[in-house]
């Protein structure tokens, strides 16, 4: 949750610190109380949505993480892309219906919030912020409104549901709208696609090679021999990173296309494989962001995926020993490998 207030405080400087305590009760409770009416609740948003002034922001994120499973979703780019608005409210209604108040984790965010304040890491005066905390503590956790600051500078319209409805139109169109307002004129863009077992990198890779005729490196193509691979204990360096930084990586730039020696696991030889560059180069792969090859990348994307929606997808792409390999080694390993480097933390930008 440290990762989560700090990208949201960096993301809106102009915030106070009674935003970042809206922040934390959306991500402890979400976005009200129950919502009896789900008609009326429509007619609000339809309204809203009626007087929102419509202007091309390619900077204002689709959807943000406020916590590990609830995100905010910002109308203004969602009309953009025409999503439905309709089920917009449906997942809203039952996001905020089904939402378990605990107070126990509110406390364990405010605590987040007033370390981070304490170390300044969050530029706010820690007296006058922990005045404001203890109020709020004190008056049973209030609903809380953004702050006159955060409401000119940003005009906040959104609504907070559970992650797990954001839908892969959803992903794309955030992808999509990432690279765009990135993107600088003529220059070469080299993007880290990260995230766990089946979160759906390689899909999202090929949605850009396809939109945006975007290439394509999977780490999938570096995978160490089984006798190295055994030996080799340094958290996320199980790709051949060597390999991967001396054929490809340095050249990206340079080079119009790389020719490089792609390792096959079932027939247990390396084989050459040539790709073409193009302006954006993708990365993608997990250990794609491996501590060797970081200076590389302009940015790093980490696509999410829920442990019961990993699960699901893992019993449907593998079976046998291939899927107790990956529930006993390489998914422990890949944790460990998040977990160690921070890769949800320190992402541009998380799908």
Same mark, same amino acid.
């Given at each position: 949750?440290? !990762?989560?207030?700090? &990208?949201?405080? %960096? #993301?809106?400087?102009?915030?106070t610190?009674? $935003? @970042?305590?809206? =922040?934390?009760?959306q ?16 007619l609000?948003?339809?309204?809203e ?18 916590? !590990?499973?609830?995100? &905010?979703?910002? %109308? #203004?780019p969602?009309?953009e892309c025409?999503? $439905? @608005?309709?089920? =917009? ?23 987040y ?12 005066d820690?007296?006058n ?21 955060y409401?000119?500078?940003?005009k ?66 570096f ?17 051949n ?13 340079t ?27 993708i ?20 696509v ?48």
């Amino acid at each position: 949750m440290d !990762d989560i207030i700090i &990208r949201s405080y %960096l #993301r809106y400087p102009k915030s106070t610190i009674e $935003d @970042l305590l809206k =922040l934390v009760f959306q991500a402890s409770f979400g976005g009200g109380h129950m919502i009896k009416d789900a008609n009326e609740s429509l007619l609000f948003l339809r309204e809203e949505c009626s007087k929102l002034k419509r202007e091309k922001n390619l900077h204002e994120l689709l959807y943000e993480y406020i916590s !590990d499973d609830s995100v &905010r979703i910002n %109308l #203004r780019p969602y009309l953009e892309c025409n999503f $439905d @608005l309709t089920y =917009l409210n449906e997942i809203f209604v039952q996001s905020a219906n089904t939402k378990v108040h605990n107070e126990n984790v509110l406390n364990d965010y405010l605590k987040y919030l007033k370390g981070l304040i304490k170390n300044k890491l969050i530029n706010f005066d820690y007296n006058n912020a922990l005045a404001v905390i203890s109020k709020f503590e004190n008056s049973g956790f209030p609903l809380m409104h953004h702050s006159e600051e955060y409401r000119d500078a940003y005009k906040p319209a959104y609504r907070v549901v559970d992650k797990a409805f954001i839908t892969q139109a959803m992903k794309e169109k955030q992808l999509e709208r990432f690279i765009s307002a990135v993107k600088v004129k003529d220059k070469e863009l080299i993007l880290a696609i990260e995230g766990k077992s089946c979160s759906g990198k390689s899909h999202l890779a090929h949605y850009l090679k396809n939109a945006i005729g975007a290439s394509i490196i999977t780490t999938d193509d570096f995978f160490l021999p089984k006798e190295i691979k055994e030996t080799q204990t340094a958290i996320g360096d199980f790709i051949n990173y060597k390999l991967l930084e001396t054929e490809v990586m340095s050249k990206l730039r340079t080079a119009s296309s790389v020719t490089y020696h792609r390792y096959d696991c079932q027939k247990e030889l390396y084989e050459l494989k040539t790709t073409k560059l193009t302006p954006i180069v993708i990365i993608e792969g997990v250990y794609s962001y491996n501590k060797h090859l970081t200076k590389y990348y302009d940015y790093l994307i980490y696509v999410d995926v829920s442990p019961l929606e990993q699960e699901k997808r893992l019993h449907e792409r593998n079976s046998g020993d291939t899927l107790e390999q990956y529930k006993t080694e390489w998914i422990p390993k890949e944790n460990l490998y998040f977990k160690t480097f921070n890769i949800f933390g320190i992402a541009d930008i998380i799908i």
